[in-house]
């Protein structure tokens, strides 16, 4: 089992700061990965190579999406991006449901804390995923 960061154990590799939108690179979440076994020192393991490809711009699209999500947000609820409550817009649902009608009362349902009007966020929102693709499962070449 591998130390936590900064504990005893074997050394570590230096954190990583999750380089998101907004953050600075010096505050947020960060990510520590510990030295682990080797190939050599685990001789029942094989190392694999993953060869899943996924559509670039979906991926791309995808991003833009879920920043333009978080700056709606941040606006609706008037705050940090970090004090915005807890929220999932799972846009792959939404893609999954039969009309506009059943997407936009979703999205309604997901924020019915928020109290500045949603109806213009909604109907940007809807217009934005139209077209777009379900991610969960990787295109094939």
Known sequence: MAAPCGGPGPP????VAAAGPGS???T?????????????E???RRQGKVTVRYDRRELRKRLHLEEWILAQL??????????????????????????DGDRS???QEILVDCYKP????????LEK?????????????
């Open 105 to 107: 009362a979703r999205v």
């Open 74 to 99: 941040t606006a609706l609820y008037d705050c940090r991006e970090e004090e915005i409550p807890e929220l999932e817009i799972d846009v792959d649902e939404l893609l999954d449901m039969e009309s």
């Open 118 to 125: 949603t109806e213009a966020f909604v109907g940007d929102l």
């Open 12 to 15: 570590a590799v230096p954190p």
């Open 42 to 44: 685990a001789p029942g």
């Open 129 to 141: 995923i139209r077209g777009m693709q379900k991610l969960n499962t990787p295109q094939k070449k």
């Open 24 to 26: 600075s690179g010096g």
């Open 28 to 40: 947020g979440p960060r990510v520590c990965f510990a030295a682990g076994e080797t190939a050599e």
